[in-house]
């Protein structure tokens, strides 16, 4: 299976790349540009740079997956034919195809609305209540919850279900908050997805369809980061915009709960360190979500109105450039993602250990900031968006 997920790693490059030249140019034709953004939302200089690059990471997943879906409904022989290594497997992906459909269809509706939102942008209440609708939608529908073992006490799994739809509307925020600077929200979601497929790959039950929806995801990611990357002095020549960054959070979010990190049957004290993998993973995101969140907070201003206080902004106002920004929110993301794979191997206490290390990590972090938090009051020059 290791090999099959590189292979789908780099079919979804090689249509991520083409892709993101065709949403650049159809950019320019368009004028569909980067803009100044909500009222009271503060940004760095506009620039003459396309935000259509979600439809290139968008269809780059989603075009292998449902053609590979309508071919084990319609033509199993020719599927079978092409990969006889699917044999054994071919009737849990019939068996999933269902959720699939709802997951691509929920992807779908968050694309839409993020491609109306980089073109005009949408007061923040509605936003909210529509990812709200389609994380729910898309929980209830497949069956995909969270913490499962508190349908007991809670007498049902209407607690589970919250808490499930909750994770993915935070996780697509959090996503989307990080797409603050050339490189950093795809990169990030590059390297949390490419830790999520190496956990869906060793689990005791490995999760194959799960594993090749999110090799899709990191080879659109990749892709796309050709020309998002600020690998010269231009920078970006086309960001992802909304219609991506939405998408990414929410398929991160949602198949982190589909992936079974443990067997049913695992005893009871086994579940304690697995439950955090999800959180582990995606805990860079997560922090800066939190911190900036609070910030805004702090200062009497709506946690959803852009500004340029962000993680990646407070590195550079300590010094770095944007581009070493990046990197080092690259590096912490890989650090943290390192111990959430590790977790649902490790005993309690061992467990311990690696969630105690993930917090000790945040907490450095935050300290650091803190400590410097008087060095400048100047806006940061990288590029909020």
Known sequence: MPGAALLLVALSFVLAVPLTLLARALGHRLSALDSAGVKGQVKAAVRRVP????????????????????????????VLRLAPGLVPHLPGLVGVAGKAWVMLGAALVLHVMGLIDDRRALPAIPKLTVMLGVALCACWLTDTRVLTMLDGPAHGAWLSLLLSTLWIVAITNAMNFLDNMDGLSPGVGAICAAFFLTS??????????IAACLSLLVGALLGFLVFNFPFGRRGA?????????LVVGFLLAFLSIRI????????????FPALFTPLVILAIPLYDFASVTLIRLSQGKSPFVGDLQHFSHRLVRHGLSRRSAVLVIYGCT??????GVALPSLRPWQGALALLQTALVLLVLGLYEWSRRGDSRTEAEGGAR
């Open 51 to 78: 935000n259509t690059g979600g439809m290139a990471i968008f269809w780059s997943f989603a075009l292998p997956l449902a053609l590979a879906l309508v071919l084990v409904r319609v033509r199993p022989d020719l």
């Open 200 to 209: 869906a790959l060793v689990a005791p039950v490995p999760q194959w369809f």
């Open 237 to 245: 020549t086309i960001f992802q915009g909304d219609g991506g960054s």
């Open 260 to 271: 079974t990190y443990l067997p049913t049957d695992a005893p009871g004290h086994a579940l």
């Open 334 to 339: 890989a650090v943290t993602a390192i111990a």
